[in-house]
């Protein structure tokens, strides 16, 4: 980065089920007034936008930005899969450290549909054939891709290292104690252990149902900007973006056959080590992280992909409660994707917005005392990763 970048306003609004919520261009309006009130400046002095959404029709962020202001600036639409609302931020941060701009909006929203995600086109190849075919030779269960995916690679650590399927349940019980202290999350019930290992088994011995994410619909926002800004218009600089990455696939995803690669192990490996050798610092001098847990067994490994414990040590960090408050770095204290929900689009942005209040201070009963340097991983299938380092400036 040529310049400090600081984020100066986040914004979100409480995740819903589907059917259950506003109209996208009211969400993400929402969700872009609370970020620019919690900077205290106007839409006027927003330069760029980047908007990022999974399933809507192209330009559907001027649609929504549209309801805020027509201020003529760029407004340029973001698809990523599941790191849409972090790649939107990226690209958002890189405008504003290359000296391009001063100040810009990050935005993400979701108005999903219920049940399980699947391709929208049905008349041409779609991004996931390569990934289809390689889990095809490893997967041998009729469930919805993601499921095969995500449920595959956790079998993959179950078999090498002999985890537990109540590990995975620890972990969605985890989420869900953290959760209740989120006015903003879907789901907010505490549910134990037990209660996970009895909810309906979709893929026996594997994965029960609350190990996974719902579908989600939502929007949260933030404004970055440069140090000079922040200064000429006194805005809060508490929090600065002090290193970010972005990875995409390479050959070992199809050519290892592991399911953990095909879900973006080594991607993921490669953003988090990018970011610390940038920092100059080590996975342990993070004191909290939101990590992508669209499953519990995505959460498993990523304790390992992002360096929190050894390979093949997962099991025991999780038994050790290394993840959670008093342990190593507490992880998803917003509940995560698994009790936060997760709506595609939205979802980098709302883990921009929990670590942002993390660093601040102000997170109320989800607070990791003396928090100052938070990890922020998100991760999409086709594939992109994005692992940015916050720091309590």
Request: proline residues 5%; glycine residues 10%; negative net charge.
């Amino acid at each position: 980065m040529s310049c400090d970048v600081f984020v100066s306003g986040v914004g979100m609004i409480p995740f819903t089920k589907p059917g259950a919520h506003a109209p996208y261009p009211q969400m993400a309006a929402q969700a872009t007034r609370h970020a620019l009130s919690d900077a205290g400046i106007g839409y006027e002095l927003v330069q760029q936008a980047y908007v990022g959404y999974v399933y809507g029709d192209s330009t559907a962020g001027q649609c929504a930005l549209y309801e805020v202001g027509m201020t003529g600036i760029p407004v340029v639409n973001v698809n990523n899969n599941c790191s849409t609302g972090s790649t939107a931020l990226f690209l958002a941060r890189q405008a504003v450290a290359s000296g391009a701009v001063d100040c810009v909006l990050a935005l993400g929203f979701e108005h999903m549909s219920p049940g399980a995600l699947g391709a929208v086109f049905q008349d041409r190849p779609t991004p996931f054939d390569r990934f289809d075919e390689a889990t095809n030779a490893l997967v041998d269960v009729d469930l919805p891709l993601a499921l095969r995916y995500f449920g595959g690679a956790g079998l993959a650590h179950m078999k090498e290292f002999g985890t537990r399927v109540e590990t995975f349940a620890k972990i969605r019980a985890k989420a869900s104690r953290h959760a209740v202290h989120n006015p903003l999350a879907l789901f907010r019930t505490v549910v134990t252990e037990e209660e996970v290992m009895q909810a309906p088994m979709i893929w026996p011995s594997v994965m029960t149902r609350l190990m996974a994410c719902p579908p989600t619909c939502g929007a949260a926002a933030a404004i970055v900007c440069s140090e000079a800004f922040v200064r000429r218009h006194g805005l809060n600089r508490d929090v600065r973006i002090r290193a970010q990455a972005m990875t995409t696939d390479r050959p070992i995803t199809f050519e290892a056959r592991d399911m953990r690669e095909v879900v973006g192990f080594s991607m993921a490996r490669a953003a988090a080590q990018q970011v610390y050798e940038a920092a100059g610092i080590g996975p342990q001098d993070i004191d909290v992280v939101e990590m992508h847990d669209c499953f519990a067994h995505n959460e498993l490994i990523s304790y390992e992909a992002l360096g929190f414990c050894p390979v093949g040590g997962a099991e025991k960090f999780v038994v050790d409660g290394d993840n959670t408050y008093g342990g190593q770095v507490v992880t998803n204290p917003s509940g995560g994707l698994l009790s936060k929900g997760h709506p595609l689009g939205a979802t980098g942005l709302a883990q921009c917005y929990e670590l942002t209040h993390q660093l601040r201070g102000t997170a109320d009963k989800r607070q990791v005392e003396g928090a100052r340097l938070a990890l922020q991983h998100n991760l999409g299938l086709g594939g992109a990763c994005v692992v940015t380092l916050y720091e309590r400036a």
